[in-house]
Each structure stands twice: as C-alpha cells, then as structure tokens.
C-alpha cells in the first residue's frame, strides 16, 4: 500500500470514530440550541419533570469542545448537554467570565427513544426564557 492510501484510510476511521462519538444513543434521538437562557429555576424544573437529577456530572462523550469539558445531566433514557451550568452559573472555563445562573450556553439533548423527543423539546422551550437558535435532529451547538 502507497503513503497516499494509508494517509486515506487513516482520515476515513478518524471521521468515522469522530462521527460515532457525537452520537450517545446509537438509534436516539439528538437536538441542541444555541446561546440559551432559563427562566428563574428553570433549568430545575425541566430536569425534575424528566426525572434526571440536579447534580451535574463532569464532562461528556462527544461534546465538541476540544478539551471535552461541559456539564451533563442524564437518566437512563435522556441526556442533556450544556456549555454553561445554569443550576450554579459556573462558565466551561472558570474564571474566564463570571458565573450566570440560568445561562445555559450551548445545549445538547439526546433521547434513547427517538419518540421522546418532543416532549423533552416542549418542556425544554416551556422552562428556558430565550434561545437563539435551533438545530433538529443534531446537536449542532455542543
């Protein structure tokens, strides 16, 4: 095998491993919103009303940043994926801009069961105060 054909099949599986991690639930559901704000607590009653708990986990499979660090909650069945912690207002990279609670940054939603999607959609948009925008189907932002 030439260089060239080596150089190419290394790039193919390194797009491929790329590809396979953005994705957490292999036949889920993804959807993510850009620059997004709560409403006072919430971010709290979203996660309440999916059943996920309020403490946030350290970074998460296939978050964009090169570093990885990003804050998670999940359940079995749901995660959610944000630059920001809205729940104490810590920033991604501490100290680089003072906490804000409620600012959730860039969000990632993913579901196992591709038909959950829309109710966590619906309770997201119910408990956030502003997005800027909307990516279906992907989670474009993070």
């Known amino acids: 095998m030439d260089k060239k054909t080596i150089m190419k099949m290394n790039d ?10 953005l994705k957490i639930f292999r036949d889920g559901a993804q959807h993510g919103f850009d620059l997004t704000d709560f409403k006072p607590g919430g971010f709290k ?3 309440k009303a999916l059943g ?16 990885g660090r990003s804050f998670y909650w999940r359940n ?6 944000t630059g920001n912690n809205p729940i104490t207002g810590q920033y ?22 591709p038909d959950d999607m829309e109710k966590v959609v619906k309770l997201f ?3 956030r105060s502003y997005s800027k925008g909307e990516s279906k189907g992907r989670r474009s932002f993070i």
């Open 45 to 47: 009653k979203f996660l």
């Open 76 to 81: 079995k069945d749901i995660i959610i994926i």
């Open 92 to 113: 991604r990279d501490e100290g680089r801009r003072s906490p804000e609670k409620n600012y959730a940054s860039y969000v990632g939603i993913e579901t196992k069961n």
């Open 12 to 21: 193919t599986w390194k797009n491929f491993r790329l590809n396979e991690s």
């Open 125 to 127: 948009k119910k408990h």
């Open 52 to 67: 996920i708990p309020m403490v946030a986990k350290g970074s998460s499979t296939g978050a964009s940043w090169s570093d």
